[in-house]
């Protein structure tokens, strides 16, 4: 009975984080500086299907048309896209460091994210490779590199151990933060374009910034869902999960890529998006329960949702200027983050 009455309850919640996501896709992409009817919006993606295509009477205009199509939806599938991304990273390092306020950026993939952008704007403007601009570029190979480079740090005779890792990101992200800083103090015109990639927006996106993220993101979740059992099983503790026939080591090793694959692709389109992968997941922890079967593509779904209506928001809330998504993300996870802090020292020094 408990059984079914578990999975009514997912089923539930699948549903209405469905509903969810096709109404916030109506909103985000009918609100703007132009509003444009759902009715309208629907029609324009149903006549892009196969099947109804001339079926519908097309009495909308051009520019309405040009303005979903080209201009909004492209941005909004990037938003929920990374979303997702920063979201399911979160629930693996959650995970891995079995710690509820573990985040994305936790082992420096933000700070080397940053490096490698402020090198490709002040340096390599001009540079693009398979259409892929210095910018996007850098940042991705960055933010992997530096996540690689403290997993060696982090490595004592073969193995790995969670208060390492948490070392090495800290001392690696303080020296690359630096270096960003002293960057940002000589760049003088560049500094606009460096601080506001660092605050992190979807403004000026494209098809393309889809299709350079999507390759890393499939890899990424597929990696991450191969390993969700023994996710699982090492919440138990690593001895425990090592004698029931767990590969802890490789466990880290393939779940700390798939995490750097999520979070490098996403940072590399979208700038430093912070407090996403911290927030989503422990909610819905708070609303799913623990196991990672279910935890982690749920937190996908409701990660991207997340992102999708908070860059809907920033392109509105002081319209005609737009305001960073990564500040009103900040503003909204900051109180959290605190929350969960104190929560956290409540339960450590409770009697």
């Not at 990672?292 to 860059?311: E, V």
Request: glycine content about 10%.
């Amino acid at each position: 009975m408990a059984e079914n009455y578990r999975k009514n309850k997912e089923y539930k919640v699948y549903i209405l984080v469905t509903i969810g996501i096709v109404v916030g896709l109506m909103l985000s992409l009918g609100i703007g500086s132009v509003y444009i009817p759902p009715k309208e919006i629907a029609k324009m993606l149903l006549n892009k299907i196969p099947f109804f295509a001339g079926r519908l009477s097309e009495n909308w205009s051009i520019t309405n048309e040009a303005i979903v199509l080209h201009l909004r939806l492209p941005r909004v599938i990037l938003a929920f896209l990374v979303g997702a991304q920063l979201s399911a990273a979160g629930v693996i390092y959650q995970g891995i460091f079995r710690n509820p306020m573990a985040d994305p950026y936790i082992i420096g993939a933000s700070a080397g994210a940053s490096l490698g952008a402020s090198l490709g704007i002040l340096f390599f403007p001009s540079f693009k490779i398979l259409g892929i601009g210095s910018t996007p570029f850098f940042a991705f190979i960055g933010s992997l590199g530096t996540v690689f480079l403290v997993y060696s740090l982090a490595s004592i005779g073969g193995r790995t151990y969670s208060f390492t890792l948490l070392l090495s990101g800290v001392a690696v992200s303080s020296f690359l933060s630096a270096i960003v800083s002293f960057f940002m103090y000589f760049s003088d015109k560049k500094l606009h374009n460096i601080y506001f990639w660092l605050m992190g927006s979807f403004a000026s996106q494209s098809w393309n910034e889809i299709y350079i993220n999507l390759p890393y993101a499939i890899l990424g979740f597929a990696m991450a869902f191969c390993n969700l059992r023994a996710l699982n099983i090492l919440q138990l503790g690593e001895e425990t999960a090592f004698f029931t026939g767990v590969d802890t080591e490789r466990l880290k090793r393939v779940s700390l890529t798939a995490a750097a694959l999520l979070t490098a692709s996403a940072v590399a389109v979208s700038g430093v998006i912070g407090f996403v992968g911290l927030i989503i997941p422990h909610v819905t922890r708070m609303i799913i329960g623990p196991d990672h079967r279910q935890l982690f593509p749920l937190s996908t779904l409701i990660g991207g949702l997340y992102l999708m209506l908070a860059d809907t928001v920033s392109r509105v809330i002081i319209a005609p200027t737009e305001l960073p998504v990564g500040i009103l993300t900040a503003l909204f996870g900051g109180p959290f983050f605190i929350y969960l802090l104190f929560q956290k020292k409540n339960k450590d020094y409770r009697i």
